[in-house]
């Protein structure tokens, strides 16, 4: 919660205990000092605990559920008797209040006990809700999981093979190259079974050129790609989630490039502005060969890879794509916060 809602609930919580005290207030003078103690207790019992427990919390973590739990409710308690007491003798002092022993330790007692009752309740919803939402993410990590092998068990098989056939014929006519496409291989692969992550966009941008220079080895003069990205210091800040732009290119590639044996132009421009991310990938469709503008539609679908990259930057990422009569552009926006500002 921010602090303005703290500040609502002390009002209101303050103004409700007051309501439920006034048979004994004779007047309104009355009723204003017993609400305006009740905010002052209320909120020096809440707000500085909640302060200390939130710079407390990287020690916190070391702990176990129910110590910091108890420790929580100690707090709490012992910061509704100091605030009773300091607020209650304050009132004391300027003869706003009479002094009983009796009654005195018996509303600090009370007022401690309700304290520790109260901040139990709020604990116990907090742990039920905090366990659903880590049941939740649990859920969805595992179901993104699944969808990344899903990926890979559908793509890695094709390109593998694929480029295991373009270094067999490498190795006897032009072994340096071979050992070069190898080396792309190697960073791919081991892109590919680090899992989901977020990288930077350089990282990714160099995943890319290791595909699409494996792939050039076997499309030779049918792949033209046109790169326009931010400087250098505007690269330093971005991420994405590792192959995401990757896997958008390949799959571009299997469905265009590699139905047509026209020259196919891939133009990707990269922009970072008003804190969001927008790369988009604009592709020429060959003239003379046919390709079904239908069928093209079913494939150029990202429900995946959008599900992967909202899971990092949250549910305003998207990924779509538009099929037109002579070109696809494919749109991956995404919101990221400027680190350096």
Not at 185 to 212: D, W
């Amino acid at each position: 919660m921010r602090p303005w809602q703290w500040l609502t609930y002390v009002f209101f919580w303050s103004l409700f205990l007051t309501v439920m005290e006034r048979h004994s207030l004779a007047t309104w003078s009355e009723f204003m000092i017993q609400f305006l103690r009740s905010v002052i207790q209320n909120f020096l019992t809440v707000i500085p605990p909640l302060y200390l427990i939130d710079y407390l919390r990287p020690a916190f973590k070391s702990a176990s559920v129910f110590s910091v739990s108890v420790r929580i409710v100690l707090l709490l308690m012992f910061a509704a008797t100091i605030s009773m007491a300091s607020v209650t003798l304050f009132m004391i002092n300027f003869g706003w209040l009479e002094y009983d022993y009796h009654t005195f330790m018996l509303n600090i007692v009370l007022n401690t006990v309700l304290t520790g009752g109260f901040t139990t309740v709020f604990l116990l919803y907090f742990l039920r809700s905090y366990r659903e939402l880590n049941a939740l993410k649990l859920s969805f990590e595992h179901k993104l999981t699944a969808q990344n092998d899903l990926i890979k068990a559908r793509t890695a098989p094709h390109f593998f093979f694929n480029t295991i056939n373009t270094l067999v014929s490498l190795i006897e006519s032009n072994p340096p190259r071979a050992s070069a496409l190898l080396q792309h291989v190697s960073a791919l692969f081991r892109a590919s079974f680090s899992g989901t992550r977020e990288i930077s966009f350089e990282e990714e941008v160099a995943l890319c050129e290791h595909y699409l220079a494996i792939e050039s080895s076997r499309l030779a003069d049918k792949l033209d790609v046109k790169w326009q990205l931010p400087n250098e210091d505007v690269m330093y800040d971005m991420v994405i989630t590792a192959l995401t732009l990757q896997s958008v290119l390949e799959k571009i590639l299997l469905n265009v490039v590699e139905m047509t044996t026209e020259t196919i132009c891939i133009s990707i421009k990269v922009t970072w502005q008003h804190h969001r991310v927008t790369i988009t990938i604009d592709v020429e469709l060959p003239k003379k060969t046919l390709i079904i503008n239908h069928d093209l539609r079913q494939h150029m679908d990202f429900y995946i890879q959008a599900d992967r990259l909202r899971a990092h930057f949250g549910q305003e990422a998207d990924i779509h794509s538009m099929v037109a009569s002579t070109q696809i552009s494919t749109v991956i926006d995404y919101p990221l916060q400027d680190v350096s500002l």
